[in-house]
């Protein structure tokens, strides 16, 4: 039996969000060819200036792929065109608790096949990228994105890139280039500090780069289209949060503590380009909260009181997606907050700003200095914000193979979270999904025992 | 001068400097550190340029994992296990902090937290074009106060322009050791002990340059190449391996080589530009082919190696080999070498992508892989 499906057919949201994930391609394809919208590229949570222009879609390259679903999966898409998700999730529901042993095993093909599908992708794509000539020495997550946009990049008009302290990354995004030269490269160049004028400096290079999206889309940038925006999103940092600190860290969870992960693993990857369409991405993940506390407040869900929380990052770049269901059988729950340490779930700051702008660029700053930024003293602090905001009962360090940015504070972490959280932790090492889970296994297994007492 | 020797004199020449009150400021970045700005406050620049070996490598994983860039790992060995020959690293008074790359970042944060160095910053914008030339500016102001506060003096701008045309002259001068044809292991050994002595060192080029102007050679034997990618710093044995396998390489395009001393100003521009801050952001301005820059670095640099190879072919009609040494998890050279050698294949150019690491184990791989690159080329 799944140890998923059960619980994640009792989510309408996470239906719906784990649809547009991996059966994005046709909507993309409608998009780009009947509706003649310009496909943006984007990764990381960098893609909100692009959803102030009608006609620019961003999207994360994988959604642009044919995956490898059940035919089950698409019925239901078709279904809930008809009878909305709402509906499809309580028959899938009514299904399940009927206990008709055929339909309940094809529900459950139907979740683990959408989980299973998604891993087989990237790691096809970390395949594709390695035969196209990035060297095996870089991480995970960058492998990836090269496989995505050698398969992929013919069908956009540019690639949208921020630069951050990752060095790998900025080459990355320069090499882009080198796949296709007709696409047109976008860029914001984020001062590494805030000193002097570089507030300004930082607005006007986000004011360049939109007018390079203005040549791309035809239409002229819109200050109320942009706020607008903006004010989404804050909501959709707001219920990302909510998920991460109000259930995450409760006593009461809606769903089995794997479930749970699985959903936070879903936010962190479909965060990055909100699904393509953020009105309907926020809508989900509101509803999402809402059906989270609908359940909690029935006493749908579990007791989890007696579950270990534990931090499990960074898993942006990479991580082996078994980690939470390992954690889950030796009686811990796995929580996923990179977004949040990397302080990209902060609000963009624009009930006090009267400039978009400005308040996009406070926001992208705020993130260099405190999250992402190029400091490791600042980025542990980061680390330790979030495991004493959840009150986690250990942490363990995804150290992705490859990474030279974030994977090397592990020293200073570990020495922080023991002189000022007292709590375990542990790194293990990861390179390809699948490759290394007798380890990990092992190694969370001698973690999770520390961690119990 | 052997390695040791050299050590050892550098070690004395230190210690002297800081008998007469000079303070030692080190990096470990390879580019656009304004190394002028600390010498015109009586700072001396140490850069950070000496290769490593499984033991410094091994040293560094308390810190770091294993997956860094091979330079930066051995750095921090060096200063976890300081070898006899490299006791000098306790004169260092300050560590620049910069961004030149993330190891950068992370390895001089290290050797500051664990070392008990104190720290400066020092970072670059990532892009070239008006904003980026005016945060520059604002790091080198910001850096301009922090050595300040060091010294308890304001540095004049007169004393920064002394500097600059010092250092500027002392460039020149590695150019024209440059020019000479002379086998490039001799040539590099020269340009590294310079490099580590700053313009101090200026006679001692305008020795060697006397001195072997009427021994320059030329041999048809000889395989000639260009070395591009990271440079080959002290204590390394690369270059041998590629004169070892009938090699010679007559240009080095790295960071220790033509990208430090090709940065140069003429005199039209040292004396149209009065303030010497200005100077320096123009150097950085025209520093097209810095690796830490974006967007188009990829594409300035397959059109320099493309110049260079152009201007061999018509003195000596024949195509340069390229060598593009490639240090482990070197970010910023690893990530474009596939294209890198497609796009100048596809101009008639050979490349070898030489990814190394400093483990003595390699060594023979290494020999093998030369000599069969050399053979390919003519």
């Given at each position: 039996m799944s140890l998923y499906a059960d619980e994640i057919i009792r989510f309408s949201s996470v239906l719906k969000m784990s649809y547009n994930l991996i059966a994005g391609r046709d909507e993309l394809k409608r998009m780009k060819l009947r509706e003649k919208k310009h496909l943006i590229s984007v990764a990381?949570?960098?893609?909100?200036?692009?959803?102030?222009?009608?006609n620019l879609v961003p999207v994360f390259?994988?959604?642009?792929h044919i995956f490898k679903i059940s035919k089950y999966l698409s019925y239901l898409g078709s279904a809930s065109s008809f009878f909305g998700w709402d509906n499809v999730s309580k028959f899938l529901g009514f299904i399940k608790n009927a206990g008709i042993e055929e339909i309940s095993k094809i529900i459950d093909e139907i979740i683990d096949d959408v989980i299973e599908t998604l891993n087989q992708k990237y790691n096809e794509m970390y395949d594709i990228g390695v035969e196209r000539?990035?060297?095996?020495?870089?991480c995970f997550g960058l492998k990836t994105l090269v496989g995505m946009h050698v398969t992929k990049?013919?069908?956009?008009s540019a690639t949208m890139n921020y630069t951050i302290r990752c060095s790998a990354w900025n080459k990355y995004s320069e090499s882009l280039k080198s796949i296709d030269s007709n696409v047109k490269d976008i860029w914001v160049d984020i001062p590494p500090r805030n000193i002097g004028n570089s507030m300004e400096l930082l607005e006007d290079n986000i004011k360049s780069a939109i007018h390079e999206l203005e040549k791309l889309s035809g239409h002229s940038y819109s200050d109320s289209a942009l706020r607008e925006h903006f004010k989404l999103t804050n909501q959709i940092r707001r219920d990302y949060k909510n998920i991460i600190y109000e259930i995450g860290a409760?006593?009461?969870?809606?769903?089995n503590p794997a479930t749970f992960s699985e959903i936070l693993a879903l936010l962190s990857i479909s965060?990055?380009?909100?699904?393509?369409?953020a009105k309907r991405y926020a809508e989900n993940i509101h509803q999402m909260i809402n059906e989270m506390r609908e359940r909690i407040r029935k006493g749908?869900?579990?007791?989890?009181?007696?579950y270990k929380k534990i931090l499990v990052?960074?898993?942006?770049?990479?991580?082996?997606?078994?980690t939470h269901e390992i954690i889950y059988r030796l009686g811990g729950r796995a929580l996923y907050a990179d977004w949040d340490v990397l302080r990209l779930?902060?609000?963009?700051?624009i009930t006090n700003k009267t400039d978009p702008i400005e308040a996009y660029a406070d926001f992208i700053m705020n993130a260099t200095e405190n999250?992402?930024?190029?400091?490791n003293n600042v980025l542990t602090d980061s680390y330790m914000r979030v495991a004493k905001k959840l009150s986690a009962d250990g942490l363990v360090f995804n150290?992705?193979?490859?990474?030279?940015?974030?994977?090397?504070?592990y020293r200073l972490l570990k020495e922080k979270i023991r002189r000022n959280l007292e709590i375990p932790s542990m790194y293990y090492t990861f390179n390809?999904?699948?490759?290394n889970v007798e380890q990990v296994s092992t190694r969370l297994g001698a973690f999770m025992e520390m961690v119990n007492g | 001068m052997d390695l040791n020797n050299l050590l050892m004199e550098f070690s004395l020449f230190l210690k002297l400097k800081k008998q007469e009150g000079c303070k030692v400021a080190s990096f470990l970045?390879?580019?656009?550190?304004?190394e002028e700005l600390l010498d015109a406050a009586g700072v001396f620049p140490l850069r950070l340029m000496f290769g490593g070996n499984d033991e410094l490598m091994n040293m560094s994983h308390d810190y770091l994992?294993?997956?860094?860039c091979a330079f930066t790992q051995s750095m921090i060995g060096l200063f976890s296990l300081k070898p006899s020959q490299y006791q000098?690293?306790?004169?260092?008074?300050y560590f620049i902090v910069s961004n030149h790359c993330v190891s950068d970042i992370c390895g001089s944060e290290i050797i500051t937290k664990y070392f008990n160095i104190p720290r400066l910053n020092f970072y670059l914008p990532y892009t070239k074009n008006q904003n980026s030339l005016k945060y520059f500016k604002l790091e080198l102001i910001d850096f301009k106060e922090q050595i300040e506060k060091i010294i308890d003096k304001e540095i004049a701008d007169e004393d920064l322009l002394k500097s600059i045309k010092k250092y500027n002259n002392f460039k020149l001068k590695l150019l024209e050791l440059n020019s000479?044809?002379?086998?490039g292991s001799k040539k590099l050994q020269i340009i590294q002990t310079a490099m580590l002595y700053g313009p101090n060192s200026i006679e001692m080029i305008s020795e060697f340059i006397e001195k072997n102007k009427q021994n320059q050679q030329k041999s048809k034997h000889i395989k000639n190449v260009i070395l591009t990618g990271c440079s080959i710093f002290l204590n390394d044995n690369i270059i041998e391996l590629i004169e070892d396998a009938?090699?010679?390489?007559?240009?080095?395009?790295t960071w220790i080589g033509n990208q430090y001393y090709s940065q140069t100003f003429d005199n039209e521009t040292l004396n149209s530009i009065s303030n010497p801050y200005d100077l320096l952001v123009e150097r950085f301005k025209r520093?097209?082919?810095?690796?830490?820059?974006?967007?188009n670095f990829l594409e300035y640099k397959v059109t320099r190696i493309e110049e260079i190879n152009r201007i061999y072919k018509e003195r000596e009609d024949q195509d340069l080999g390229v060598i593009n040494h490639i240090i482990k998890f070197c970010d910023h050279f690893s990530m474009h070498s596939t294209y890198f050698k497609e796009k100048l294949q596809k101009k008639g150019i050979q490349v070898l992508n030489l990814e190394r690491d400093?483990?003595?184990?390699?060594r023979g791989q290494l020999s093998t892989r030369i000599e069969a690159f050399l053979e390919m080329i003519n």
């Open positions: 990381l949570p960098f893609s909100d200036l692009i959803f102030g222009f009608p390259p994988i959604r642009m000539g990035i060297s095996t020495d870089f990049m013919k069908n956009v409760s006593d009461f969870y809606p769903c965060f990055q380009d909100y699904n393509s369409n749908l869900g579990m007791d989890v009181s007696k990052t960074p898993m942006f770049g990479g991580w082996e997606p078994k779930l902060d609000d963009i700051p999250g992402i930024g190029c400091d150290q992705l193979f490859g990474c030279h940015s974030i994977s090397n504070c390809r999904i699948g490759e | 970045a390879h580019d656009n550190i304004p994992p294993p997956s860094t000098f690293l306790d004169l260092i008074d000479l044809n002379l086998i009938g090699g010679n390489v007559v240009f080095f395009d520093n097209r082919l810095s690796d830490h820059s974006i967007p400093y483990s003595r184990a390699n």
